[in-house]
């Protein structure tokens, strides 16, 4: 069965860090082009960052130098770290294979 | 990039047919025919509804149907049915140098 299961989510203040984890089951993970897109509370949808199966990586502006994402195909896992996080970074986190599997998401709020 | 721009609600009667537009410029939606729509139902993730313009996952009823002119795309849902009630959302590839960008969602209410 197909599944992504994020985890990492949870309250951070201003400044702080966080490390988001996505674990994949069910398809050959090393072979995907995976992203993080978020959705921030009663708003829509917003690609954060890509990993493509050719290692290349892809940032929105507004996360560049801030957020890092990585991989590790041995784990089946996708990673972002999350650094100086600001108020304007709370949102529902989803982990995606390509657009067409999704996790159930983790809630990332930042809040002092 | 610029978001996608959807209507921001929709709605229709049950048995009806409702058309959800999504327009974006000749360097999105007018260059690429990967356009994707989505369905999000409260509390839930995304599930993918209509990919490359007007293809459908496997599972998805074919009362959904996607299609594209130019630099808009429209998501057409024929027969419309209680649970269709959700947002849906468009999405277009740019550019290898980017991430894709998405529509502002659409609220699809089934009167």
């Known amino acids: 069965q197909l599944q992504l299961v994020e985890s990492g989510g949870g309250l951070v203040k201003p400044g702080g860090s966080l490390r988001l984890s996505c674990v994949a089951s069910?398809?050959?993970?090393?072979?995907?082009?995976m992203n993080w897109i978020r959705q921030a509370p009663g708003k829509g949808l917003e690609w954060v960052s890509s990993?493509?199966?050719?290692?290349?990586?892809n940032y929105t502006d507004s996360v560049k130098g801030r957020f890092t994402i990585s991989r590790d195909n041995a784990k089946n896992s996708l990673y972002l770290q999350m650094n100086s996080l600001r108020v304007e970074d709370t949102a529902v986190y989803y982990c995606?294979?390509?657009?067409?599997?999704w996790g159930q998401g983790t809630q990332v709020t930042v809040s002092s | 990039q610029s978001a996608l721009t959807q209507p921001p609600s929709a709605s229709g009667s049950p048995g009806q047919s409702i058309t959800i537009s999504c327009t974006g410029t000749?360097?999105?939606?007018?260059?690429?025919?990967?356009v994707s729509w989505y369905q999000q139902h409260p509390g839930k993730a995304p599930k993918l509804i209509i990919y490359e313009v007007s293809k459908r996952p496997s599972g998805v009823p074919a009362r959904f149907s996607g299609s594209k002119s130019g630099n808009t795309a429209s998501l057409t849902v024929s027969g419309l049915q209680a649970d269709d009630e959700a947002h849906y959302y468009c999405?277009?590839?740019?550019?290898?140098?980017?991430?894709?960008?998405f529509g502002g969602g659409t609220k699809l209410t089934v009167l």
């Open positions: 990993f493509s199966s050719n290692r290349l990586t």
């Open positions: 069910g398809f050959t993970f090393s072979d995907y082009y």
């Open positions: 000749s360097s999105d939606v007018g260059s690429y025919n990967f």
């Open positions: 999405n277009s590839y740019a550019g290898n140098k980017n991430l894709g960008v």
């Open positions: 995606a294979r390509a657009g067409e599997i």
